[in-house]
């Protein structure tokens, strides 16, 4: 079993930058393909990025690509998201998720392990 905590998040304006960060505990990290997701008030939860187990590969939904990077450092089991150029559509509770699965990173469904969430709002 994994346990995730999220931090990182809060109150920027349009523009900005933040990183966020997710620490997973246990000694399988490097087992799990981990993702971000955020939902928005009065929204669904959406995907937002994914990275493979060593990190080789990365998926981004297109309405932050170009603008997060997905990173994670397998020594300290902790996964990142860089955002940069954060607009307000932007703002919303974001989620760190682990997944066994090595297919559909993309989808709620692929993942096994869910954090609590973390604010981040943007204002304009």
């Known amino acids: 079993q994994v346990q995730l905590v999220e931090s990182g998040g809060g109150l920027v304006q349009a523009g900005d930058s933040l990183r966020l960060s997710c620490a997973a505990s246990?000694?399988?990290?490097?087992?799990?393909?981990m993702g971000w997701f955020r939902q928005a008030p009065g929204k669904d939860r959406e995907f937002v990025a994914a990275i493979t187990l060593s990190g080789g590969s990365t998926a981004y939904a297109d309405s932050v690509k170009g603008r997060f990077t997905i990173s994670r450092d397998n020594a300290k089991n902790t996964v990142y998201l860089q955002m940069n150029s954060l607009k307000p559509e932007d703002t919303a509770v974001y989620y760190c998720?682990?997944?066994?699965?090595?297919?559909?990173?993309?989808?709620?469904?692929?993942?096994?392990?869910w954090g609590q969430g973390t604010q981040v709002t943007v204002s304009s």
């Open positions: 246990g000694r399988t990290f490097s087992s799990y393909a």
């Open positions: 998720a682990a997944s066994l699965r090595r297919y559909g990173l993309t989808t709620i469904s692929s993942y096994d392990y």
